[in-house]
């Protein structure tokens, strides 16, 4: 997850993803951000909308149009990330997170907001943000 303005983000690792990993990645984010509230802009994965999910208060779930990944800020980030491995080759599957860990933890606040700062996107979640303050 990314926070836009400043560049924050939360990492967690799974072995695959399905909705028990993906509400143990909320419940961990909604710790992580205490008595901070965050709108979390999404695409239409079943994972993400399933009914057996439970979500934190402090978590407010949007998605975005089916089929529209340039909404979303966290594909932009891993574009760059992908970008970072072109041409390599791993010897084995473990490399490969190793590898996403690294970049990841090389990158600034600064970078990310880079990446994922745009005025489309913060405006469409200021205004999400809005919507639910006053709903």
Known sequence: MVEPLAGWHF???YSHLDSKNFQKFLDALSL?????MAIMQMD?????????????EN???IFQPSHSPQL??????WQFIKRQFKGENFSNLQELPQRVQHELA???SELI???????FILEALFHEALFYAYS
């Open 106 to 108: 090389q990158m600034s």
């Open 32 to 36: 992580e951000l205490g008595d901070d």
């Open 72 to 77: 979303n800020p966290i594909e932009r980030l």
């Open 11 to 13: 990492c967690q690792e």
């Open 59 to 61: 978590l407010i779930p």
């Open 113 to 119: 907001s880079s990446l994922t700062c745009y005025d």
């Open 44 to 56: 239409q994965a079943s994972v993400h909308q399933a009914l057996a999910l439970s979500w934190p």
